[in-house]
Every structure is written in structure tokens, then in C-alpha cells.
């Protein structure tokens, strides 16, 4: 099965700062990558697909990119309301893989 | 709107089984693939399994096979998830995730916690 690898595992930034989080595939999976932001408790929440392309309502700020093994999600101002576990995940085919997340705080 | 909606909150004893259910509404329940997907208590996301609610096909994670079974009842627009034979470390909320059109988890349902506590 295809692994998938965030980092950083945590980061602390502080508002309005540029953040940007890694994930790699252990093959290529095209542009089959989704970003999912998790709040405490809640539900996850669909920010990108396809690598690069922002879901309907997803604040401006958040930005995806990459191909193949390598793939980038930026938040380009930090907000408070950003305090959230982000996940990558691999859809080209059964199984789904996640990354195991990235914590994000504001410092 | 799109919605999927699932069941309570279980509490079982170790070697029982748990069945929980997720009701859709909002769109054609048997042209897209539901998917199952699970969370230990402060870890990450770990799928389980998929099935094609118009065949009733299944795919399950090679971690689960033998443990779970994914049924869906048209009817009432309602898909399935059952695992048997649950042990401490089946701890867990549990999420039923509707495949989008790109391929992904586009709505998902609030999640069902589950406990297995002797």
C-alpha cells in the first residue's frame, strides 16, 4: 500500500505568519491528494482536492499544490480560527491513506 | 442539502460486536460509494472500507477483513458498518464519509463513538 508522510507532525506559528505543511507519497499518485482540516472534536472538513483545487466556501488563504510523491498546503495568513489538525489523503485508489496529521497553534 | 447522519453512541464489552448506522439524505444514496473511516482517541484517521450501495459490493482495509461487514439498506437510504469481535483498541469514533465525484470524502457524518470497556 502507498504511505503517506506529513510534516511537520506540530507547528506553532503566530497570526499572520505563512505556514506551510509537506506531504509525501511513497509512489506517485498523480494529483489524487486531498487536504482535510480537523478541528478538536469535530469533524473532519474538506479544504482541497486534487491537489490544488480549493473546496466551495474554503477561505481564500489556504492553497494546495504538487504532483506525483510531493504535495504542499499553505496558509498564507495564519488566523486563529486555523487552529486545527490537518490531514493529507491519497484517493487514487482503495485504500484511502491519510498522513498522520500536522497539529498547527498559534504561538 | 447533503447530510449524513448517524447513530448514538455505544458502549460495549470486550468480544461483542457494534453495528452503526448512517442515514443519507440530500442526494441519489445509491450512485456514490460510502466509506467507513475510524479514530482512536488522540490519534489519526484510518480507513476501514468502502461499499457500492446500488451492488452492495464491499472493500475492506486487509486490517479488518474477517471483523467487518458494510451492508446498506436502499430503502431508507441507510449504509452499515458492523465489527465484531471488539477489543480495547477498537476505542473509536467512528465516520461513514460519502466518496465525492473527484474520489475523496466529500461529506462526512458526525461520527459514533465507540467504547469497548469491560
Known amino acids: 500500500d502507498i504511505q503517506m508522510t506529513q510534516s511537520p507532525s506540530s507547528l506553532s506559528a503566530s497570526v499572520g505568519d505563512r505556514v506551510t505543511i509537506t506531504c509525501r507519497a511513497s509512489?506517485?499518485?498523480?494529483?489524487?491528494l486531498a487536504w482535510y482540516q480537523q478541528k478538536p472534536g469535530k469533524v473532519p472538513n474538506l479544504l482541497i482536492y486534487?491537489?490544488?483545487t480549493l473546496q466551495s466556501g474554503v477561505p481564500s488563504r489556504f492553497s494546495g499544490s504538487g504532483s506525483g510523491t510531493y504535495f504542499t498546503l499553505t496558509i498564507s495568513s495564519l488566523q486563529p480560527e486555523d487552529v486545527a489538525t490537518y490531514y493529507c489523503?491519497?484517493?487514487?485508489?482503495?485504500?484511502?491513506?491519510f498522513g498522520q496529521g500536522t497539529k498547527v497553534e498559534i504561538k | 442539502q447533503v447530510h449524513l447522519v448517524q447513530s448514538g453512541a455505544e458502549v460495549k464489552k470486550p468480544g461483542a460486536s457494534v453495528k452503526v448506522s448512517c442515514k443519507a439524505s440530500g442526494y441519489i444514496f445509491s450512485g456514490v460509494y460510502m466509506h467507513w473511516v475510524r479514530q482512536a482517541p488522540g490519534q489519526g484517521l484510518e480507513w476501514m472500507g468502502w461499499i457500492n450501495p446500488n451492488s452492495g459490493d464491499t472493500n475492506y482495509a486487509q486490517k479488518f477483513q474477517g471483523r467487518v461487514t458494510m451492508t446498506r439498506d436502499t430503502s431508507i437510504s441507510t449504509a452499515y458498518m458492523e465489527l465484531s469481535r471488539l477489543g480495547s483498541d477498537d476505542t473509536a469514533v467512528y465516520y461513514c464519509?460519502?466518496?465525492?465525484?473527484w474520489g475523496g470524502g466529500d461529506i462526512w457524518g458526525q461520527g459514533t463513538m465507540v467504547t469497548v470497556s469491560s
Open positions: 509512489q506517485g499518485i498523480s494529483n489524487y
Open positions: 489523503q491519497k484517493y487514487i485508489s482503495a485504500p484511502w491513506t
Open positions: 464519509a460519502r466518496q465525492g465525484m
Open positions: 486534487a491537489a490544488s
